[in-house]
């Protein structure tokens, strides 16, 4: 079974993750999802309705579990982020790193101010819902990579790394993954279009 763990996230991030995994599922295969927020299990519930599939709901404490099959309907084409609430605040956002370096010029210099960008986005009071990387920028998720250890406590704190998956490959890097999840142009771009806004250092 495949398990969607949303807890501490908010609206469209849960949803958006569920498309993510049952893209990837056939249809009948069965998934769980957690969420601890109650307007996220809502929605969610909502959005799988609409697919066609009636999802099964228990709540143990504040943890709200979601057990449902995969819809046979074209989930491709679905919007979650129309399934939430319009009036919610839009002040979340999301870091794109599409380089090792900050900004042009030396790269030694440019791959220093990024380290210590990445360091500092940690004590943000207000952290990113996302950090995006792509291109040169997911060599920064390596192991090897000084800024690694930032982003990993960046995602111990409920920021999510995603890597993109067409660059991990391009550069061969499969293995030395440190930090982040891979992950698809699809659901990148949902991502970038569903926040409040986003910043590139």
Known sequence: ???????????????????????????????TVYTDNNTSLKNLVTYLKDQGVEPDVT????VHKIVSERPESNITQTDPARYCDPGSPVNDYVVCVKSEMMGEG??????????TFLDNLKLQEHLPTHVVMYNGGVKLAMKQSPACKSLS???????????????????SLQYDIGVGMISNMLVITETLASTGHVIYP
């Open 59 to 62: 709540t143990e404490g504040k």
């Open 106 to 115: 030396d790269p030694e210099l440019g791959k220093m101010l990024m380290e």
């Open 153 to 171: 406590e960046l995602e111990e704190l409920g920021t999510r790394i995603m890597l993109c998956g067409t660059c991990i490959d391009y550069y």
């Open 1 to 31: 079974m495949n398990t969607v763990d949303t807890k501490g996230l908010k609206c469209p991030q849960p949803l958006i993750m569920l498309k993510e995994a049952l893209i990837e599922m056939k249809a009948g295969d069965k998934v």
